[in-house]
């Protein structure tokens, strides 16, 4: 005996897979959806690797965004890496992760950070980006509440 369902994806809802939660920005399963990083399944992780995709209900989604409060409050986490999709770091994504000291960004395409998103990281992080984005970036988080002088933006 075997039945067959199809899952549907609700927008705002909340997923997750392997070690991380997603929420889901735009429902669509033809491969052109998109999902927002929510967190860790523990907020005693070390490490976080964000892709590029993930897959949901059978379905492709694009992450292109670091949720709102996303890692605030991960005291153990030390590095993150971000995927190629990702257009935004929104607020307090990483708030109060004093021992996050290395961000490294695939993406080319990140077109804002958010508010305090890195407020309260290691005072001397090393923020990894793409060679022709390193001038852009370095702008987007100087605007950002908590960027700190001894911080370093590079290739």
């Known amino acids: 005996l075997s039945r ?5 994806v609700k927008k705002n ?13 735009s429902p669509k399963t033809d491969g052109k959806g998109t999902v927002a990083v929510a967190g860790a399944k523990s ?21 292109t965004s670091v949720g709102k409060n996303a890692f605030k409050d991960y005291k153990k ?17 990483f708030e109060k992760c004093a021992k996050l000291k290395k961000i490294k960004i695939s993406s080319n395409s990140l077109n804002s950070v958010g ?10 992080a090393t923020i990894q980006c793409p060679k022709k984005k390193v001038i852009k970036y370095k702008k987007y988080f ?3 509440t908590g960027y700190k002088k001894s911080m370093k933006i590079k290739k």
Do not use: W
Request: aromatic fraction near 8%; hydrophobic fraction near 35%.
């Open 43 to 63: 907020k005693t992780v070390k490490s976080v690797k964000i892709g590029a995709t993930v897959k949901i209900g059978g379905k492709n989604f694009k992450i």
């Open 77 to 93: 986490l030390s590095s993150v890496t971000i995927g190629k999709n990702v257009t935004m770091i929104e607020a307090s994504a």
């Open 13 to 25: 809802g909340s997923y997750t897979v392997g070690s991380l939660k997603y929420k889901i920005t």
């Open 142 to 144: 100087k605007s950002s």
């Open 4 to 8: 067959t369902f199809a899952i549907t």
């Open 115 to 124: 508010k305090k998103a890195i407020k309260g990281i290691y005072k001397k």
